[in-house]
C-alpha cells in the first residue's frame, strides 16, 4: 500500500513536500517515481529515482525544481517542490516498479495521489 501525503493550496514561487509511505513490501527493492495528472490532461511523469545506484530522472517542466528522495529505512518518497507554479496544480501519484518501466509511466504499485493547487 502507498499513501501520499503534504498536498495543498500555496501560491505562485511556493514550496511543498510530498510524501509517499509505503507499507505491505520493502521499499529497497524498488524504483520509485512520481507522477501527476491534471484534469483533462493525461498523466504524466514527474521524477523518478532508481534502486540501485540511485540515479534520478526527472521531466523537463521540473528540473532543478523538483527533488525526489528516499529513506528506506522509514519506507517513504518524498518529492520536494520548489518554485511551484499554476501549470504545475495535479494530482500527484507515487508509484514503485522498475527503473525503466517508470520511466515509460507503468508502475506496481500506486498510491491514491494527492492534490497540489498552485495559485496565481
Known amino acids: 500500500q502507498l499513501v501520499e501525503s503534504g498536498g495543498g493550496l500555496v501560491q505562485t514561487g511556493g514550496s511543498l513536500r510530498l510524501a509517499c509511505v509505503v507499507s505491505g513490501f520493502t521499499l529497497d527493492d524498488y524504483a520509485i517515481g512520481w507522477f501527476r495528472q491534471a484534469p483533462g490532461k493525461e498523466r504524466e511523469g514527474v521524477a523518478c529515482m532508481s534502486t540501485t545506484d540511485g540515479n534520478t530522472f526527472y521531466d523537463d517542466s521540473v528540473k532543478d525544481r523538483f527533488t525526489i528522495s528516499r529513506d528506506n529505512a522509514k519506507n517513504t518518497v518524498y518529492l520536494q517542490m520548489n518554485s511551484l507554479k499554476p501549470e504545475d496544480t495535479a494530482t500527484y501519484y507515487c508509484?514503485?516498479?522498475?527503473?525503466?518501466?517508470?520511466?515509460?509511466?507503468?508502475?506496481?504499485?500506486w498510491g491514491q495521489g494527492t492534490q497540489v493547487t498552485v495559485s496565481s
Open positions: 508509484a514503485v516498479g522498475i527503473t525503466s518501466d517508470l520511466r515509460r509511466g507503468v508502475g506496481i504499485y
